[in-house]
């Protein structure tokens, strides 16, 4: 499974931005897309939002209310959809795909990171 992220860029505390994600390979494999972020000051990264291949999804607490994931099936792509961005929100984002790699195992796989600033 391959990642393709796009979507960082610039914005103004109070904006919006949306990232996408991109899976090819065995997208069937992948059980959950998952969203990280990573700032200077932060680490390890910070989980943001999961997706469940069934559609059950799930965010971290700061960002509950602001941010909402989605995914455009047909495109192999999960978007995350991030208003009301606080300077907080800066960071890098990293989309992750957690699969089935064989019998009871998983495998994960990320994608390049995207940079996210946000500037009052």
């Known amino acids: 499974v391959q990642l393709q992220a796009s979507g960082g860029g610039s914005a103004q505390v109070g904006g919006s931005l949306r990232l996408s994600c991109t899976a090819s390979?065995?997208?069937?494999?992948?059980?959950?897309i998952r969203w990280f972020r990573q700032s200077v000051s932060q680490k390890p990264r910070e989980l943001v939002a999961a997706m469940t291949s069934g559609g059950v999804t799930s965010y971290g607490d700061s960002v509950k209310g602001r941010f909402t994931i989605s995914a455009d099936k047909a495109k192999n792509t999960v978007h995350l959809q991030m208003g009301s961005l606080e300077s907080e929100d800066t960071a890098v984002y990293y989309c992750?795909?957690?699969?089935?790699?064989?019998?009871?195992?998983?495998?994960?796989?990320w994608g390049p990171g995207t940079l996210v600033t946000v500037s009052s």
């Open positions: 992750n795909a957690r699969y089935v790699a064989g019998v009871e195992r998983e495998g994960d796989s």
């Open positions: 390979g065995s997208v069937n494999l992948i059980t959950t």
